[in-house]
Every structure is written in C-alpha cells, then in structure tokens.
C-alpha cells in the first residue's frame, strides 16, 4: 500500500513526534509511506516552552518529511492536501491530540476523502485538558472529516463516541517508546546524579502542566519519611514559582529534586534507571506517553484513578491504582510500595505485555480498521 502520514515529525520534538516516527516506521515494514508534517506547529502565543524543534540532545529520528502545513495559515492548507494528493495514497493516517488543529488537518482529509482515499485518525486525547470555548464544534469537524478512528484509550474511544455515535472505531493501547536506549545499572544511573542508593526515589517525569497533579505529589512528600526522595524532571508549562511556594511552605525540599527544564532524550535513561517508581498524579487525563516509556524500561508505576491512566498498570500487579485526588491516600500507596519492595515483581508482570504494547499491534489495528473501511464502501 501507499501510506500518507500526516503527524508532528522531525524536525519537530515532543511525543507526538516520537509517536509519529515510531509508527512510520512500522508501516514502512510493509507499505510505502510518505510523511508529512508542519513549517509551523504551534503560534509562539500557544507554546511557553523553550523551543519546538529538536535539540543536539535529543535522540530524533530524522523522517524525511515534507514540510508543507501552517497551523495558522489556511493557503498552506490547500496546498498540503495537494501534496499529498500527488502521492496517490491509498490511506491517509492523521495524528490527532487537540481541538487547535482541526481546521488544518480536517481540511487535509475531507479533500482526500473527496478523492475517494480514506482517512484514519489515531486519537490520542478527544476532550482536552484545558478546555476552550468552540472545541465541540472543532471536534465535530475534524470527526465528520474521517472514515475511521483509532483510540490509543477506552477512555477517549468513549469521549469520540459521545460526539460521533456512529464513528467506525477501534481501541488499542498506546505503544511503548523503545528510541530511548538500554537501562542503566541503577548505580550508574544515580551516581551520574548524585542520588545516594540508600533514597527511595520516586520519578515524576515529564512536562509541567496544572493537570498533572505535581501539587499533590509534593504535598504527599510531606507524609513520607526522609529517605524518600521525588525526583521532578521535565519543562515548565508557565512559572515554577507557585510550586516553588509550596515546596518551601511544606518543608520538603530536601526530599525533592528538581530538573525544572526541558529533559534531552539521551538523559531519558538515566532518569528512568535511576528510579524505583513513576508516579503519575494527574487530575485528569485520557491516557500518558509518559506511561509507556515507563513500560521500556520496566519502571512500575503509581497512578491516579483519572482517564485511562489506570489501564496503563493491573492494579497490585504491576502497579498500584490511587482512587481519589488525596495527597495523603498518594502518600500511602507510595509508602506501601516502597515497604512492600514491590518494584522486582511488578517489573516482571509490565515484561509480560510486550505485543500488547507494540508498534506492530498498532500498525496491525490501522490495517484491520482500514479493511472495514474498504469492506463498508464496496
């Protein structure tokens, strides 16, 4: 087959980039495929990190990509569909993960599917995290634009057939991101950091956004012991400041250390060999890559009760559930696990879902959906 994939690709970074690697690599096991991505994601105005194109630390696969798509910028629209229209796909794959880029990338597949190739989207959140005045409608446009959807959730399958009851959709887990490299010896790991192997160390990873429940890790910092020590390690969405306050008021900045800036790939090992648990307080959410980086290196984790979250572990299997947004009952199911010496065996039962987790699951749920596609039409 020929495949058009539109996504975040290089020279982009973040997940949605590594996701779209990832998966154009699978599917170029057995089909040609075509990538396109944007000359610009995201307006300045909508983006406070530092940068968001890759960096020399960053372990980016170099997808030659054609680089055609303005978020902002309705021309480069028509322009990007008749690019890919010149690549006489037989399918076209839309990554999608916000209501922002729907008038975009809804254009590029309602102009495919007029010239009778289908279009799949892999949803990775439907309803997002911070909500925005018009979102239904965006949504609504961007669904009515596709002839089938791949849910990386069963929380966000759910939320697309709340919206589209009649969508043509399949649910697979999110893959597991394997670019990162090998494990470190643990004590390599935490003398390149400088933490002592006698800390219990808890890993909260990722970018910093209020969603993400940081505030309530550091608040259950203040229920454990001395040798527990959270490790926080990603990028700020806004000013640190706030939990800055809150670190300080509570007491616990020894037990905390901070890597408040944007994590290189190649750090990405370290962190997570470094550790004897992730923990993911979010609020709410749909699922986590962060999750499944988890998963390559076998690092159990601690999640809250929100979304999919708690299909990413078997609770008290390979990890553990926390069911209400309580800093205390966060605290207590860290202590159990840390008491319980729960990291060997929860480790061994992560290893046992390594299909489940695959790009090749994934890529093999895009071909099942896509042949209901075609069987639908004929």
């Given amino acids: 087959m020929r495949i058009a994939l539109f996504s975040t690709l290089y020279p982009f970074r973040g997940g949605i980039a590594q996701f779209g690697a990832a998966l ?6 057995k089909h040609q495929v075509s990538g396109f991505t944007f000359t610009r994601q995201y307006p300045s105005l909508l983006f406070p990190g530092q940068t968001q194109f890759v960096t020399d630390g960053d372990k ?3 997808i030659s990509a054609e680089q055609c798509l303005d978020s902002i910028n309705p021309i480069s629209y028509y322009r990007t569909a008749s690019r890919i229209l ?3 796909p037989d399918l076209l794959i839309n990554n999608f993960w916000m209501p922002f880029f729907a008038p975009s990338t809804g254009y590029l597949a309602g102009k495919v599917r007029k010239a009778g190739i289908p279009a799949i989207a892999i949803l990775h959140n439907v309803v997002p995290h911070e909500k925005r005045p018009g979102d239904l409608q965006l949504l609504r446009y961007f669904f009515n634009r596709h002839d089938g959807f791949i849910a990386l959730s069963d929380v966000v399958q759910q939320d697309l057939l709340s919206l589209k009851p009649d969508a043509l959709s399949l649910q697979t887990p999110h893959p597991v991101y394997q670019h990162f490299g090998a494990p470190l010896p643990i004590e390599t790991a935490r003398a390149q950091l400088g933490i002592p192997l006698d800390k219990n160390v808890s890993l909260f990873f990722g970018f910093i956004r209020k969603y993400k429940g940081l505030d309530l890790l550091i608040e259950a910092m203040h229920h454990l012991p001395d040798d527990h020590l959270l ?4 990028e700020m969405y806004g000013d640190f400041a706030e939990y800055q306050k809150m670190i300080d ?3 616990v900045g020894h037990k905390i250390k901070l890597l408040v800036r944007y994590v290189n790939d190649d750090e990405v090992a370290q962190l997570f060999s470094a550790a004897d648990v992730l923990v993911l307080p979010y609020k709410s959410a749909t699922q986590s890559g962060v999750a499944h980086i988890a998963y390559h290196f076998s690092l159990p984790m601690i999640v809250t009760d929100v979304g999919s979250l708690a299909e990413s572990v078997r609770d008290g299997e390979s990890g553990l559930v926390v069911r209400s947004l309580s800093s205390a009952e966060l605290a207590e199911k860290m202590a159990f696990y840390f008491n319980n010496r729960c990291r060997t065996p929860f480790a061994k039962a992560m290893q046992k879902d390594a299909y489940t987790y695959s790009w090749e699951a994934l890529a093999d749920r895009i071909m099942q959906l896509y042949g209901q596609i075609r069987s639908d039409r004929s």
């Fill in 231 to 234: 490790v926080v390690a990603g």
């Fill in 249 to 251: 008021t509570a007491g």
């Fill in 60 to 62: 980016a696969d170099a």
């Fill in 86 to 88: 010149s690549a006489q």
């Fill in 24 to 29: 154009y690599r699978e599917l170029e096991k």
